[in-house]
């Protein structure tokens, strides 16, 4: 039995030029950071993950050092608490999952219970664009083999939202399926707005029903269970519309809310941000029972990319079925600047991707790039 007896946590920054103007920050970002994690055990093997800063883990390495690194129920646990406590510390549950796919030579998706590498993408875009220029994304999409996109909304006025779906869906008719994702759920730290309530949400509802989007993600605030089993009721009553949410949710007793209240269709964690694979294998396989949808959030770099698809493929049970979530908003947001700590980039063939039957994440990262980027900080500017 081999015992942990490194982690190391580095941080790197890319220059973005031109910046990214993510919908949801209103400060086009000029560095697109990314918090490497490094799990390595006594025998050399080294298992890798990213997604949350870790700021003030140092303070908790101590707690897995010298420990089994196959012990992943009691480093779960460990790992509950310091996310009660402090920064999410996910990243390093998904090393571990990495490093325990290396020492058993299993890619992660086949120690879930997964039988097929293989999943259907959707396009999930950040820019907001002109309808024209919306339009001429869907059509590029569709181009490149997509047969999904998700569009944002947050424009000052729904009207102008409520146009890029009237838009988009007048140009491409029924080639695309359309998902709108309502950023209601959560705030940035700056944006003391106030989330939509009920009677607004189910206004923006309607409209979207009659453009046929197949999923309207965040429309309530993630604590507004009653909001959204009223939403998701009235919605269900006259269409086939999903409600879809859960991508910041923290909690396993948030989650059984969600699930106990009937609140939404499409289940949307992210295993980067929470509760890592150990918490979201099985709520994955639970939300599958219950006749729902499992599809994890994954904006962010390539490597929370690479872990969410391993989770889908998984313990989500979608063979193909659905599709999930492929940050790519080009040319403002590629996979080249998305997937830079990765030696192999990840590649979407006609709106599908497989994944590598290699041990673990099956993730190479480019030490040159990562020792180029480099830095002490972990910020967007
Ligand atoms: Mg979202």
Same mark, same amino acid.
């Given at each position: 039995?081999? *015992? ?21 920050? @209103? ?13 390595? #055990?006594? #025998? ?31 480093? +779960? ?56 220029? !919306?339009?001429? $994304?869907?059509?590029? !999409? ?20 409520? +146009? ?16 709108? #994702?309502?950023?209601?759920?959560? &705030? ?52 086939? !519309? ?5 991508? !910041?949710?923290?909690? @396993?007793?948030?989650?059984? *809310? ?15 941000? $929470? ?6 294998? @099985? ?14 959030? $994954?904006?962010? /770099? ?5 872990? /969410? ?9 979608? +063979?193909?079925?659905?599709?999930? *979530? ?10 080249? &600047?998305?997937?830079? @700590? ?30 180029? $980027?480099?830095?002490?900080? +972990?910020?967007?500017?």
């Amino acid at each position: 039995m081999s *015992e942990i007896v490194a982690i190391d946590i580095t941080h790197h920054q890319l220059p973005l030029d031109p910046p990214f103007p993510a919908s949801w920050d @209103p400060q086009p970002r000029t560095k697109f950071p990314v918090t490497v994690v490094r799990v390595r #055990d006594s #025998d050399g093997n080294e298992g890798v993950g990213s997604g949350d800063t870790m700021h003030g883990f140092a303070d908790h390495a101590r707690y897995f050092i010298g420990e089994d690194p196959l012990a992943l129920a009691q480093h +779960a646990s460990r790992l509950s608490n310091i996310d009660f406590h402090g920064g999410r510390p996910w990243p390093l549950d998904v090393a571990l999952h990495d490093l325990a796919g290396r020492i058993s030579g299993t890619p992660v998706w086949r120690t879930l219970g997964g039988t097929s590498p293989r999943l259907r993408l959707y396009a999930s875009t950040a820019v907001h664009r002109s309808p024209p220029e !919306m339009v001429a $994304t869907a059509q590029r !999409m569709l181009a490149e083999g997509f047969d999904a996109m998700k569009v944002r909304f947050g424009r000052p006025s729904i009207d102008d939202d409520l +146009a890029i779906v009237s838009a988009v869906r007048d140009a491409v008719g029924d080639r695309l399926t359309l998902m709108v #994702d309502c950023n209601q759920g959560w &705030r940035m730290p700056w944006d003391v707005a106030q989330p939509w309530h009920l009677e607004s949400a189910w206004s923006v509802a309607q409209r979207l029903i009659a453009e046929d989007v197949y999923w309207m993600e965040e429309p309530l605030h993630r604590g507004d269970y009653d909001g959204m089993t009223e939403l998701r009721h009235r919605v269900r009553a006259t269409s086939s !519309m999903r409600i879809a949410g859960g991508e !910041m949710t923290r909690e @396993p007793y948030e989650f059984r *809310e969600l699930l106990r209240r009937d609140c939404l269709d499409v289940f949307q964690p992210d295993v980067v941000c $929470t509760q890592g694979f150990s918490g979201l294998a @099985p709520l994955a396989r639970q939300v599958v029972a219950a006749g729902k949808l499992f599809t994890a959030h $994954t904006w962010g /770099n390539g490597i929370g990319v690479l872990a /969410n698809l391993h989770l889908v493929a998984g313990a989500a049970g979608h +063979a193909g079925s659905q599709w999930v *979530e492929w940050p790519y908003d080009p040319p403002e947001w590629t996979i080249e &600047r998305r997937d830079y @700590p990765l030696a192999r980039h990840l590649e979407a063939q006609g709106g599908w991707l497989s994944l590598a039957d290699e041990p673990g994440l099956g993730a190479v990262l480019d030490e040159t790039m990562l020792a180029r $980027t480099a830095s002490n900080r +972990a910020t967007f500017q």
